[in-house]
């Protein structure tokens, strides 16, 4: 196993990756030292990359948008499950709450979308 440390430059970083992908096209058996390289690369490229790379979490709006894309809805179908909620994903300034407590009617359906089961 070679010396891990932490990554701190674009060059270690990328030296790191291509390490990690040979480790993982030898797909080491769990409790190996190769296995071990392999957990422990991983930890150290995610903690540059979260430093280096920092996602933002997404907007109510993306986050109901990606849900939509992912379960087949459009626009007309999530009307229909939320109501006048949803002219907030036309309005520009998305002033428009989104959260279902503000529309205790949405509620339920709110959990439709979200995945959660009807209570």
Same mark, same amino acid.
């Given at each position: 196993?070679?010396?891990?440390?932490?990554?701190?430059?674009?060059?270690? $970083?990328?030296?790191?990756?291509? *390490?990690?992908?040979?480790?993982?096209? /030898?797909?080491?058996?769990?409790?190996?030292?190769?296995?071990?390289?392999?957990?422990? /690369?991983?930890? /150290? !490229?995610?903690?540059?990359?979260?430093? $280096?790379?920092?996602?933002?979490?997404?907007?109510?709006?993306?986050?109901?948008?990606? *849900?939509?894309?992912? !379960?087949?809805?459009? =626009?007309?179908?999530?009307?229909?499950?939320?109501?006048?909620?949803?002219?907030? /994903? =036309?309005?520009? *300034?998305?002033?428009?709450?989104?959260?279902?407590?503000?529309?205790?009617?949405?509620?339920? *359906?709110? =959990?439709?979308? =979200?995945?959660?089961?009807?209570?």
């Amino acid at each position: 196993m070679n010396r891990l440390k932490i990554i701190e430059t674009a060059s270690e $970083h990328q030296q790191a990756l291509v *390490r990690l992908m040979e480790l993982m096209d /030898l797909d080491p058996d769990d409790g190996t030292p190769k296995a071990d390289e392999l957990a422990l /690369l991983a930890l /150290l !490229i995610e903690h540059y990359e979260r430093v $280096h790379y920092p996602i933002e979490p997404p907007t109510p709006i993306e986050t109901i948008r990606f *849900r939509m894309d992912q !379960i087949g809805l459009n =626009r007309k179908d999530l009307a229909r499950y939320i109501g006048s909620v949803f002219q907030g /994903l =036309r309005s520009p *300034r998305r002033q428009t709450p989104l959260e279902p407590e503000h529309d205790p009617q949405a509620q339920c *359906r709110f =959990r439709h979308i =979200r995945g959660y089961p009807d209570t």
